[in-house]
């Protein structure tokens, strides 16, 4: 049976319950229904693809409490941004593996918390066959929508990222349409070398609500046009036929005022349908501190507001996929 829109996505699995990118963080998102999870990936000191929303792991690793790596801890500048912390790129997958996931917003979520120092990193090729395996026990489809970080910045250290991912998408068994896979990327460069490469599956921009894509800006400097740019009407254009979808800051559909007020949904999601593109939208989440201010309730930052309410208005709009950390919730809503 064909699926309706939205896909539902298990954003780094289940984050709501558990620290994100966690093997129980994916075993509760399958477990609880989506249509598909999200892996970020990010490169080690020796070139294994690495599951974590950044490079910088100190929000999200108990790296900062081993003193055996606090001769790690640098500044860098990833992206245009400086940073200082702790990153991959400056520890192999051994020593990464003996790190432990923590909860990256303890202070919102402190029964995720609770998780923190149980469970070690992950590389992708054990969430690809993690999601393999699940879709053999529960008998469906369960896809990959996989993110590709700061592929500019990893190629001046040398690491050519399409290549890192091509190889283990085909040895996992994932990259010639065996099972649904998606592909994302804040830079369309990486996206178009592994196209180009013939690795099928569905390929996203990434658009941010501000700010220019980094391989541009490293190519063009000030010419590189902005995300904002792209998502209007002679934006989308250039990308069609390009990539298969955009996948936008929900923000830049609900368009909320200086005042945080809904005003839209805005053209968006209509102007890319109108030119054969789809589009996903990020993130999804019920506590008041992620919801537009009308939607905002009681209790804190850290309660559930009238999320229904918000969630409703990207599911009328006619988005195409939407990334949720409370999986229960997301599927509860969206196939319901």
Request: with cysteine.
């Amino acid at each position: 049976m064909p699926r309706t829109p939205p896909l539902v996505i298990g954003h780094r699995g289940a984050p709501g319950y558990r620290p994100e990118h966690s093997r129980s963080s994916y075993d509760l998102a399958l477990a609880m229904g989506v249509d598909a999870v999200e892996p970020d990936v990010v490169v080690s000191k020796d070139g294994i693809l690495v599951v974590r929303h950044e490079n910088e792991i100190s929000g999200t690793t108990d790296v900062a409490d081993r003193p055996e790596f606090a001769g790690r801890r640098a500044t860098k500048t990833i992206d245009g941004a400086e940073l200082t912390g702790w990153f991959t790129e400056d520890f192999t997958w051994d020593e990464l593996s003996t790190l432990h996931c923590r909860e990256r917003l303890p202070k919102l979520r402190p029964s995720s918390a609770s998780f923190d120092g149980e469970q070690p990193l992950l590389r992708l090729r054990e969430v690809l066959d993690l999601v393999r395996a699940a879709s053999l026990d529960q008998g469906r489809e369960i896809g990959v929508v996989l993110e590709i970080k700061h592929a500019t910045y990893f190629a001046g250290l040398g690491w050519d990222v399409a290549e890192l991912v091509e190889a283990e998408l085909l040895d996992a068994g994932w990259g010639r349409g065996e099972l649904p896979l998606t592909i994302e990327a804040f830079e369309s460069t990486v996206l178009g070398g592994l196209r180009e490469r013939g690795i099928r599956g569905r390929y996203l921009y990434l658009l941010e609500a501000g700010g220019r894509p980094f391989d541009l800006v490293a190519a063009l400097g000030q010419d590189a046009p902005t995300y904002r740019e792209t998502a209007r009407p002679a934006g989308l254009d250039r990308l069609a036929g390009v990539v298969d979808g955009i996948s936008v800051d929900k923000g830049m559909i609900l368009a909320p005022d200086k005042l945080g007020r809904m005003t839209g949904p805005s053209p968006v999601i209509a102007d890319a349908h109108a030119r054969g593109l789809q589009v996903y939208t990020w993130t999804c989440r019920p506590e008041n501190a992620f919801l537009v201010r009308q939607y905002r309730g009681r209790g804190g930052a850290g309660a559930f507001g009238d999320y229904a309410s918000e969630w409703a208005v990207l599911r009328d709009a006619g988005v195409d996929g939407v990334f949720v950390d409370h999986a229960d919730l997301g599927v509860g809503f969206f196939r319901g």
